[in-house]
């Protein structure tokens, strides 16, 4: 089976060849430990060559033009600067500091800016494809990889308001200026109509994935009753879009508590969630007990047992893997593997996950 195959396999319950094999990485500070540890210099853990083949496909979701990005201050300890998505941000220059960037500035802070900036994003510029995309379908094609249709935090509707505005502010627009979120969320959407066909008409896409991040430890950044008169029928068009040129695994990447928001995904047509937080609460063996085949999910192992020992690790998998023997799950790290666990610790759980799942 080609990774494509065994992934649709996977997601409809179907028989496979063995199990799909994926993993979230380390963070930049936890590889350069590994990389003291035994690893090497400039080498990177061979073990993420194992996985199955995932790509995202190229396809440009976000504003053109973008924003002129550069240093704006510097000093010994920090960096500020603005991105091309139009964020000044500032964030430590040490490579092993493990903190969030300060953002100081968003592109949207109302109106007037949206305004202008929705001018940026038309579905129909032919520019959001590469030169050679014609070139990579046939690839694909022949090759079979997960495909993906995902950009860097794309497509997305809370998300696509949040990296504009900011959480804060954006959280406070959906009280305050409830037209101005409507208009944003709309424009998205039809350029997300507009892009899409020719998309899946030319690639052989095997899942869409919403990129959200509206939850937190304690649940939604937004009440349900947001959700449903802001986002639900905007997402029930794109799903049907999907669903009409053959796409029927359709996913939303968010960290934290969605246990709210899980029937409300599952209404609109969006029938897969990821990463499953282990930390805020999110249990694949009890979400498989209450939504059974409708809920398809990946993630779901605590990167926190990494940092424990092979005890540990041993149990977090003989926990969450039998779920996978069933179907519609693919585990791995619930995020980003962080910089207290040791390189050992990452190997045996490497070794001892591929052994339970039976992967040669």
């Known amino acids: 089976m080609t990774p494509h195959e065994r992934f649709l396999a996977c997601m409809r319950f179907e028989a496979v060849d063995r199990p799909a094999l994926w993993e979230w990485g380390p963070w930049p500070s936890a590889l350069r430990r590994w990389q003291r540890e035994g690893l090497g210099q400039a080498h990177n853990p061979p073990q993420f060559a194992e996985c199955d083949e995932k790509l995202q496909c190229g396809v440009d979701l976000w504003m053109r033009p973008r924003f002129q990005e550069g240093v704006v201050l510097e000093d010994d300890q920090y960096v500020t600067q603005r991105t091309d998505r139009g964020v000044l941000m500032r964030l430590p220059k040490s490579p092993d500091a493990m903190s969030m960037p300060q953002h100081l500035k968003y592109p949207v802070s109302g109106r007037e800016d949206w305004e202008e900036l929705k001018k940026r994003f038309k579905g129909r510029d032919v520019e959001r494809f590469s030169e050679d995309w014609a070139v990579r379908c046939e690839r694909w094609k022949e090759e079979g990889p997960v495909l993906l249709l995902q950009g860097p935090r794309a497509p997305s509707l809370f998300g696509f308001v949040r990296e504009l505005m900011g959480a804060e502010r954006a959280l406070t627009a959906f009280i305050d200026e409830p037209e101005l979120v409507h208009d944003m969320m709309e424009v998205n959407t039809e350029f997300l109509l507009e892009l899409l066909p020719r998309v899946f008409e030319e690639a052989p896409i095997s899942s869409l994935f919403f990129w959200e991040d509206m939850c937190y430890r304690n649940g939604p950044l937004i009440s349900p009753a947001m959700f449903r008169e802001f986002m639900m029928p905007r997402y029930r068009r794109i799903t049907d879009l999907a669903r009409s040129y053959g ?64 005890e540990e690790i041993d149990q977090e998998l003989e926990r969450v893997l039998p779920v996978a023997e069933e179907g519609g799950f693919i585990p791995h790290i619930d995020h980003a593997i962080p910089h207290d666990v040791p390189y050992e610790n990452f190997v045996y759980f490497w070794n001892r996950k591929k052994e339970l799942m039976g992967i040669g």
């Open 247 to 310: 796409v029927e695994e359709i996913f939303v990447d968010s960290d934290g508590d969605v246990s709210e928001l899980i029937p409300l995904w599952l209404e609109v047509g969006i029938n897969g969630v990821y990463p499953m937080e282990v930390a805020a609460g999110m249990d694949v063996v009890a979400l498989r007990r209450e939504y059974g085949k409708d809920l398809l999910m990946t993630g779901g192992i605590d990167k926190r047992v990494l940092a424990q020992g092979q």
